[in-house]
């Protein structure tokens, strides 16, 4: 896939996987439309790339949202590429508590909207946009990355809505990358272990400390810039489609 001279769209691109890929997507020379809710971190992010990204406030539960996403890709060069790795709530409790009261329905309906219903919104649209692109010699028109957890395999104690969510990231992925098949648009899915990002609230030395002797080898939680050289080696690859890509230092979630 080309990156020079195109542009990408990253969901989530303020945060710790997400600036990460920004990042190495404008090293790779593409426009990149740094696409999030949270405003101070995009803006910040915009003006330290000094003109090669853009950041444009993002919902991805809401259809107009997307769609002015999309459009600012659209305009700075042929959307070629779509990183979606946008966060979202962790209740972090159980299905029934110790009090024996279930966990709320309207919660667990809200994770399962932002993680799989917002990665299918843009994943549509942005392959929509791709689909309007002049193929090139290889008769490729984009590519999708999407983001699901191991937690979709192996959800641990609490992490029912989160679980479901992403192992429905999953379960879509393949049957994207075969509907998108004829368009020349290809889809992958990455499925990070414990990564070390802002969303932790805490020193990384801490975390590390806390959640890095877990992790079989290296024995540490990933760091964000390693998500995203593997979402530029998909990019980069023409023959990566339809796979889902666990990236956990052979991490296996125990209850």
Sequence with gaps: MEIKGSSALVVGGAGGFGEATVRRLVEAGAKVVIADMAEDRGKALEDALDGRAVFVQTDVTSESSVDGAIAAAVELAPLRSAVIVHGGPAAGKRIVNRQGE???????????????????????????????????????????????????????????????????????????????????????????????????????????????????????????????????????????????????GALRFNI
């Design 102 to 248: 279930p966990y709320p329905v309207e919660t667990f309906r809200r994770t399962v909207e932002i993680f799989l219903t917002g990665t299918f919104h843009v994943l549509s649209k942005a392959a929509a946009a791709m689909s309007k692109n002049e193929p090139l010699d290889s008769g490729q028109r984009g590519v999708v990355i999407t983001t699901a957890s191991i937690a979709g395999f192996e959800g641990q104690v609490g992490q029912s809505d989160y679980s479901a969510a992403k192992g429905g990231v999953i379960g879509l992925n393949l049957t994207a990358a075969r509907d998108l098949a004829p368009i020349g648009v290809r889809v992958a899915c990455i499925a990070p272990g414990t990564f070390f990002t802002p969303a932790y609230r805490m020193t990384e030395e801490e975390a590390q400390a806390k959640w890095g002797p877990g992790v079989p080898n290296p024995k540490r939680m990933g760091h964000a810039d390693e998500y995203a050289r593997l979402a530029l080696a998909i990019v980069d690859n023409d023959y990566l489609n339809g796979e889902v890509i666990r990236i956990d």
